[in-house]
């Protein structure tokens, strides 16, 4: 398996060519793959660390994450992805597992909320997730809210 070089950043310290290669792959994975129209720039971003795992100096895995009460009351994280042809080896597994260590590095044992697409319920489980309440509609797209300790 190729390795995965990891970095966080803050959103000002996103150069311009990574906010512009970032918004590009949430717009594949989430607008044009998922067929959902949405506004993926919510404003969002100025509070949040940017996680992204590049292969050949190209983001192949990126995350968000967020301290509690920047988007939910809990410590958040989300429009995690993996390119489309990188799927399937395990990437999405790393994600999630760098994403839960740079937020226990920077904010110590927080509560964490996610909405999770309700189809990912047992990748998340296996990351100690654990889903709590009904499903929903977000974007049109079936969510289950999942917690972690």
């Known amino acids: 398996m190729e390795k995965i070089s990891w970095n966080n950043k803050l959103w000002n310290e996103l150069s311009r060519e990574e906010i512009e290669e ?26 949040a660390i940017h996680i992204l795992g590049r292969i ?24 995690a992805l993996v390119v489309k042809k ?7 597994n790393q994600l999630i ?3 839960l260590r740079v937020m226990e590095e920077k904010w110590k044992n927080k509560k964490i909320k996610i909405s999770a697409q309700a189809h990912l319920s047992l990748f998340y489980q296996n990351h100690g997730f654990k889903p709590k309440g009904e499903q929903y509609l977000e974007d049109g797209i079936p969510h289950v809210a999942m917690y972690k300790n």
């Open 22 to 47: 970032l918004f590009i792959l949430r717009a594949k994975v989430f607008v044009v793959e998922q067929n959902c129209a949405y506004l993926d720039i919510d404003y969002h971003d100025q509070k």
């Open 56 to 79: 050949n100096n190209k983001i192949i895995t990126y995350s968000r994450a967020f301290n509690d009460g920047d988007f939910y009351k809990e410590a958040s994280f989300g429009r």
């Open 97 to 99: 597992t760098e994403t």
């Open 86 to 92: 990188m799927r399937g080896k395990g990437f999405g």
